[in-house]
């Protein structure tokens, strides 16, 4: 690809990169150093050259190179010790374990209250493959290659999310209103869908 | 046993599938037949894409920095506009060199250190040097070291060649003791403590020197000596310095900014400053 054509492409996405590294690391300096690590790699002549969207665009790409990079820290930070203590909160730094710590003290303020608890009320691996579909537009089988995970994992978890953070807004009225919903168009919960199920 | 509700069924499948406009081949004419039974169910697939749309709205509040999002430009720009733009600042920190009558003068540099990097290289740095455990008992029991000859000695036994570090007990400084330590990325450093003398304008101050093979991972060049900036308030005030020179790399940290300087000046550290 040409080379300004790429920058261009890879700069438009620097929102939803800084994003997903400030969901990974929690830290808005590390996210900062995160996403120019990110770009650092991904502006070098010979990546260019190389690049080929595999498994999706240039955001799906770029999220990838993010993930990996967040991952190469982490195993780093086995050997380092202390460096990162406070961010492997003793898990085990699995790639779902690390995503885990997400929701003890996540910044939630900016997020609207009730999908807030909705969702922080999600596992892990679930919560990151929602916000990846949610947030920045991935496709399924983007969000497999980001998370090098299989597709079907990333659909059982989606399906998992949505249905309950359907679920819980059902039980909430103001919910249904603030998202302009009508209580008849009900979700596919799981809890309704056996019932319902042609 | 799996959860239930992360098995969809073929209805909430076919009908997600059709809000996330997913439908693998063949399927349109599946979710025609169905609505067609179950024209409610248009009602849940717009139900899921206003639900992707809230979260989505909900979710996407954080915006780059903009200092960030310059860097980031910056970055891309062609390579010969970036040479021009690091010889101008090198042109302009020289003038101020002679302005001032200074020994170091200094530049912008437009590299980066690697994600754990400049945060995570500062924080260790500016720590470190209160944390770890060194002694000169630790240090004989360990190295058979007590001096600080002894202990550029060990250097060469220990990286597998012989770092050119200079005298710096005759500045002023005492020799505390050493130890093995991982900078950031690195799997082996040395750690050289020192402390300022008494009667010395330093004294008591630490000062910590750390020496490792270079592995290349560092954004720096030889001839050069480089001042790691904290971006954090915390650790402004410590001097944090490194260089590179025939395969190894040197740090120097203090608090104390006097005593940091001079033990660049012995240590051997080149003259041209630059910023990190």
Same mark, same amino acid.
């Given at each position: 690809?040409?080379?300004?054509?790429?920058?261009?492409?890879?700069? &438009?996405?620097?929102?939803?990169?800084?994003?997903?590294?400030?969901?990974?690391?929690?830290?808005?300096?590390?996210?900062?150093?995160?996403?120019?690590?990110?770009?650092?790699?991904?502006?070098?002549?010979?990546?260019?050259?190389?690049?080929?969207?595999?498994?999706?665009?240039?955001?799906?790409?770029?999220?990838?190179?993010?993930?990996?990079?967040?991952?190469?820290?982490?195993?780093?930070?086995?050997?380092?010790?202390?460096?990162?203590?406070?961010?492997?909160?003793?898990?085990?730094?699995?790639?779902?374990?690390?995503? &885990?710590?997400?929701?003890?003290?996540?910044?939630?303020?900016?997020?609207?209250?009730?999908?807030?608890?909705?969702?922080?009320?999600?596992?892990?691996?679930?919560?990151?493959?929602? !916000?990846?579909?949610?947030?920045?537009?991935?496709?399924?089988?983007?969000?497999?290659?980001?998370?090098?995970?299989?597709?079907?994992?990333?659909?059982?978890?989606?399906?998992?999310?949505?249905?309950?953070?359907?679920?819980?807004?059902?039980?909430?009225?103001?919910?249904?209103?603030?998202?302009?919903?009508?209580?008849?168009?009900?979700?596919? +919960?799981?809890?309704?869908?056996?019932?319902?199920?042609? | 046993?799996?959860?239930?509700?992360?098995?969809? +069924?073929?209805?909430?499948?076919?009908?997600?599938?059709?809000?996330?406009?997913? !439908?693998? &081949?063949?399927?349109?004419? &599946?979710?025609?037949?169905?609505?067609?039974?179950?024209?409610?169910?248009?009602?849940?697939?717009?139900?899921?894409?206003?639900?992707?749309?809230?979260?989505?709205?909900?979710?996407?509040?954080?915006?780059?920095?903009?200092?960030?999002?310059?860097?980031?430009?910056?970055?891309?720009?062609?390579?010969?506009?970036?040479?021009?733009?690091?010889?101008?600042?090198?042109?302009?920190?020289?003038?101020?060199?002679?302005?001032?009558?200074?020994?170091?003068?200094?530049?912008?540099?437009?590299?980066?250190?690697?994600?754990?990097?400049?945060?995570?290289?500062?924080?260790?740095?500016?720590?470190?040097?209160?944390?770890?455990?060194?002694?000169?008992?630790?240090?004989?029991?360990?190295? =058979?070291?007590?001096?600080?000859?002894?202990?550029?000695?060990?250097?060469? =036994?220990?990286?597998?060649?012989?770092?050119?570090?200079?005298?710096?007990?005759?500045?002023?400084?005492?020799?505390?003791?050493?130890?093995?330590?991982?900078?950031?990325?690195?799997?082996?450093?040395?750690?050289?403590?020192?402390?300022?003398?008494?009667?010395?304008?330093?004294?008591?101050?630490?000062?910590?020197?750390?020496?490792?093979?270079?592995?290349?991972?560092?954004?720096?060049?030889?001839?050069?000596?480089?001042?790691?900036?904290?971006?954090? !308030?915390?650790?402004?005030?410590?001097?944090?310095?490194?260089?590179?020179?025939?395969?190894?790399?040197?740090?120097?940290?203090?608090? =104390?900014?006097?005593?940091?300087?001079?033990?660049?000046?012995?240590?051997?550290?080149?003259?041209?400053? !630059?910023?990190?």
């Amino acid at each position: 690809m040409d080379r300004t054509r790429f920058l261009e492409l890879a700069t &438009a996405e620097v929102n939803a990169v800084y994003r997903f590294a400030l969901r990974l690391t929690r830290d808005a300096h590390r996210a900062e150093d995160l996403v120019q690590d990110v770009y650092t790699q991904a502006l070098r002549p010979e990546r260019i050259a190389a690049f080929e969207p595999r498994g999706g665009g240039i955001r799906a790409w770029l999220l990838r190179v993010t993930y990996r990079s967040f991952l190469s820290m982490i195993e780093r930070s086995r050997r380092d010790g202390a460096i990162f203590r406070e961010l492997l909160d003793g898990d085990d730094a699995a790639p779902e374990a690390v995503s &885990a710590t997400l929701a003890a003290d996540f910044d939630w303020e900016s997020v609207d209250g009730r999908l807030k608890v909705a969702v922080a009320h999600l596992d892990a691996g679930s919560r990151e493959v929602l !916000l990846l579909w949610a947030v920045e537009h991935l496709q399924y089988h983007e969000i497999a290659s980001v998370l090098d995970i299989p597709i079907g994992t990333v659909m059982s978890r989606l399906h998992r999310a949505r249905s309950r953070v359907s679920k819980e807004l059902l039980t909430d009225p103001g919910a249904i209103e603030d998202l302009g919903l009508r209580p008849a168009q009900s979700p596919l +919960s799981g809890s309704r869908e056996g019932k319902r199920s042609s | 046993m799996k959860n239930p509700d992360s098995l969809p +069924s073929e209805r909430s499948r076919l009908l997600r599938a059709a809000a996330d406009d997913e !439908l693998l &081949a063949g399927e349109r004419a &599946a979710l025609d037949a169905h609505l067609a039974r179950r024209p409610d169910d248009r009602a849940v697939i717009e139900f899921e894409r206003k639900l992707r749309d809230g979260l989505a709205h909900s979710f996407s509040g954080s915006q780059v920095p903009a200092a960030l999002e310059q860097r980031i430009r910056a970055l891309g720009a062609p390579p010969r506009h970036r040479l021009l733009r690091r010889i101008a600042w090198l042109a302009a920190a020289a003038a101020l060199l002679v302005a001032a009558g200074i020994t170091y003068h200094s530049a912008t540099r437009a590299d980066e250190i690697g994600f754990y990097g400049r945060a995570t290289l500062v924080r260790f740095l500016a720590t470190h040097p209160h944390d770890c455990p060194i002694s000169i008992e630790r240090t004989l029991a360990e190295f =058979n070291v007590e001096a600080y000859d002894d202990a550029l000695s060990s250097l060469g =036994n220990l990286l597998g060649d012989a770092p050119a570090l200079g005298d710096l007990t005759d500045a002023g400084f005492e020799f505390r003791g050493m130890g093995r330590c991982g900078i950031p990325g690195h799997e082996l450093s040395i750690h050289i403590q020192l402390v300022g003398a008494a009667g010395s304008t330093f004294e008591g101050d630490k000062l910590s020197i750390y020496v490792q093979r270079d592995d290349g991972r560092l954004p720096i060049t030889d001839g050069a000596t480089y001042r790691l900036q904290p971006k954090t !308030l915390r650790f402004a005030d410590v001097g944090m310095y490194l260089w590179r020179r025939e395969g190894f790399d040197y740090f120097v940290v203090s608090e =104390n900014p006097e005593a940091a300087i001079i033990a660049l000046r012995r240590a051997g550290a080149p003259a041209e400053l !630059l910023m990190l």
